[in-house]
């Protein structure tokens, strides 16, 4: 910073702090800045959370947690209507199809067998997927625009939220900062910055949501989000736990893509 900067600065200060004390009160308002969706729902009226791949842990069932969870904040936070169905075992569809040719049309209708039926949801088997590169030869099925195409229309044609949630443990070690309360010979405290190194365990929650025109089967809107949360070794967190607390910092943006939101804030107006 330069020296005319700082004397800039400073005289701005001074206009700022001369304000206030000519000020005799001050109040807050709050305000709300509404932000728009990220996708026009506009021709849709129904809303389908068909299923996740899933993966990463076996303590948590990634896919129907994460079906119930986005259910259950769609209905109070959407205009679109949440359509009860279970949820899609998606893993062994996406595994079955990769072991088939890739799925074809014919006038615009899928040839038969190429389409695999929706069933009810069981318990999925998550052992096999541990990480992205299990995964990626998973993803294929969200391509397959024949295959959403028939469950979009089992379901009267609405946007389709699909995906893939992995929910990995992790553990990580090495030097933490954190605060130190201290006292002097004559009993005046002072806070000082320490760094110890700790053993640390947690989790990594790494969701991919695909927004699908249930109308087409096509991809409308892909978002992949990556989150971590550690805890003191000696810390027993249940897995279930670490997994809602991680959904709940990326819902706002997930739901902002479907609907309009509002951030909540303040202004401070000088009387």
Same mark, same amino acid.
């Given at each position: 910073?330069?020296?005319?900067?700082?004397?800039?600065?400073? &005289?701005?200060?001074?206009?700022?702090?001369?304000?206030?004390?000519?000020?005799? %009160?001050?109040?807050?308002?709050?305000?709300?800045? $509404?932000?728009?969706?990220?996708?026009?729902?506009?021709?849709?009226?129904?809303?389908?959370?068909?299923?996740?791949?899933?993966?990463? &842990?076996?303590?948590?069932?990634?896919?129907?947690?994460?079906?119930?969870?986005?259910?259950?904040?769609?209905?109070?936070?959407?205009?679109?209507?949440?359509?009860?169905?279970?949820?899609?075992?998606?893993?062994?569809?996406?595994? *079955?199809?990769?072991?088939? @040719?890739?799925?074809?049309?014919?006038?615009?209708?899928?040839?038969?067998? &190429?389409?695999?039926?929706?069933?009810?949801?069981?318990?999925?088997?998550?052992? %096999?997927?541990?990480?992205? *590169?299990?995964?990626?030869?998973?993803?294929?099925?969200? %391509?397959?625009?024949?295959?959403? *195409?028939?469950?979009?229309?089992?379901?009267?044609? @609405?946007?389709?939220?699909?995906?893939?949630?992995?929910?990995? @443990?992790?553990?990580?070690?090495?030097?933490?900062?954190?605060?130190?309360?201290?006292?002097? %010979?004559?009993?005046?405290?002072?806070?000082?910055?320490?760094?110890?190194?700790?053993?640390?365990?947690?989790?990594?929650?790494? $969701?991919?949501?695909?927004?699908?025109?249930?109308?087409?089967?096509?991809?409308?809107?892909?978002?992949?989000?990556?989150?971590?949360?550690?805890?003191?070794?000696?810390?027993?967190? =249940?897995?279930? &736990?670490?997994?809602?607390?991680?959904?709940?910092?990326?819902? =706002?943006?997930?739901?902002?893509?479907?609907?309009?939101?509002?951030? *909540?804030?303040?202004?401070?107006?000088?009387?």
């Amino acid at each position: 910073m330069t020296a005319r900067t700082r004397r800039t600065v400073s &005289s701005l200060l001074l206009v700022v702090v001369g304000a206030l004390a000519g000020c005799t %009160s001050y109040f807050e308002i709050p305000i709300q800045t $509404p932000i728009q969706p990220k996708l026009d729902t506009a021709p849709f009226q129904r809303v389908l959370v068909a299923g996740f791949i899933a993966g990463g &842990s076996d303590e948590v069932d990634g896919n129907l947690e994460t079906v119930r969870l986005l259910r259950s904040q769609l209905r109070n936070k959407s205009a679109l209507r949440v359509i009860d169905a279970d949820a899609l075992p998606l893993g062994e569809v996406a595994a *079955k199809q990769g072991e088939q @040719p890739a799925p074809a049309e014919t006038n615009g209708t899928a040839t038969e067998g &190429s389409v695999a039926t929706t069933q009810p949801a069981a318990a999925e088997q998550t052992t %096999s997927i541990r990480d992205e *590169k299990d995964l990626e030869p998973l993803e294929r099925v969200f %391509s397959n625009v024949a295959y959403w *195409k028939q469950i979009g229309e089992e379901y009267q044609q @609405p946007l389709i939220v699909t995906g893939s949630v992995l929910f990995m @443990p992790h553990s990580r070690s090495g030097f933490v900062q954190t605060e130190q309360e201290q006292y002097d %010979s004559f009993g005046r405290r002072r806070v000082v910055p320490v760094r110890t190194y700790r053993e640390r365990k947690g989790f990594i929650l790494r $969701p991919t949501f695909i927004f699908i025109d249930g109308r087409t089967g096509e991809t409308l809107h892909t978002e992949t989000f990556r989150e971590e949360i550690l805890f003191n070794a000696n810390q027993t967190t =249940p897995a279930l &736990s670490s997994y809602f607390e991680l959904m709940d910092r990326l819902l =706002p943006t997930f739901l902002n893509t479907l609907s309009a939101q509002k951030i *909540k804030g303040t202004r401070v107006l000088l009387k």
